[in-house]
């Protein structure tokens, strides 16, 4: 079973939802928010496996290539470009998709591998965790986390997605049984949360929020649930002991009524996914 975990907007506490779920659980723990992954600090894993992530890209011969064009005119992400007498490639535009080869009649162009990422794996607190890790400036996160959903096919995962309702959250919750959707009780957290609400909804994910920082203010979330009938699944307060373990990179389970507040938490999602 996959269940993503997901906020409309970032710093709403995902990743501290995600890890302390994880450790409670037993589940994997997998972070596909790889441009800036950090439940590896919480879970401090060790690394016992890591990977490169590389996309094809077009290596040009300039002997073969009669300057036709056809790879310029084909790309859809002006990866390439006619300068005089030679073809000039952006390696950072490309995608990867191969047009160019496949249209060029001199097969002047062959492809090579370009590293975007890794991919780590190992153990912690007694879980399997994996993290994909973006290279810096690089724009293509998607290869990463497709190449880290084909390794979670089996047993229950947890899935830390990026924030916000991007392109790789989407990437991220495509084909998982249930979402969890974490917000907080704010103006600003309503209206990304209705955005995410969305989301889900249009994929047909069934899921389910955890109010984070909740304080004299968590009508505001409370109300909308109530009226788009969305089952709440837990409340986290708002308390400077949180802050201060967050800080320091520690589980919030570690502490007596966190670790009760998170076996609450997991025994309504098991409730609502069936999933032991
Ligand atoms: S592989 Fe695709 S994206 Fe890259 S240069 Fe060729 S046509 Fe453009
Ligand atoms: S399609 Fe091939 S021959 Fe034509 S410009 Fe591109 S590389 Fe050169």
Known sequence: MQISILSGKGGTGKTT???????????????CDV???????????EVVAREDVAIPVPNINKEKCI????????????????????????????????????????EAISEKDRTIGIIEEGKGQGIECIQGVLNLGEPMSGPIIRKIKKKITQGNSLIDCSPGNSCNVVKAIE???????VTEPTEFGLHDLR??????RKMSIPFGLILNRADKYHKIIADYCQKENIR???????????????????????????RQLFEEISDNLKEVTKCS
């Not at 955005?195 to 889900?200: N, S, Y």
């Not at 409340?235 to 502490?255: H, N, R, W």
Request: neutral net charge; aromatic residues 12%; charged residues 20%.
């Open 232 to 258: 709440m699944l837990g409340a986290i307060p708002f308390d400077k002991k949180a802050a201060m373990m967050y800080s320091e990179g520690k589980l919030l389970i570690k502490d007596r009524y966190y």
């Open 17 to 31: 939802v995600a890890v302390n779920l994880a450790a409670i659980t037993g589940w994997r723990y997998v972070d």
């Open 35 to 45: 441009e800036e992954p950090n439940g590896f600090i919480f879970l401090n894993p």
């Open 175 to 181: 084909g998982s049984d249930y979402a969890i959707l």
């Open 67 to 106: 300057l036709c064009k056809r790879c310029v005119e084909i790309c859809q992400f002006n990866a390439l470009a006619m300068v005089k007498d030679q073809v000039l490639f952006f390696e950072k535009l490309c995608h990867g998709c191969g047009a160019c080869m496949l249209v060029c009649p001199e």
């Open 195 to 200: 955005v995410a609400v969305g989301l889900v």
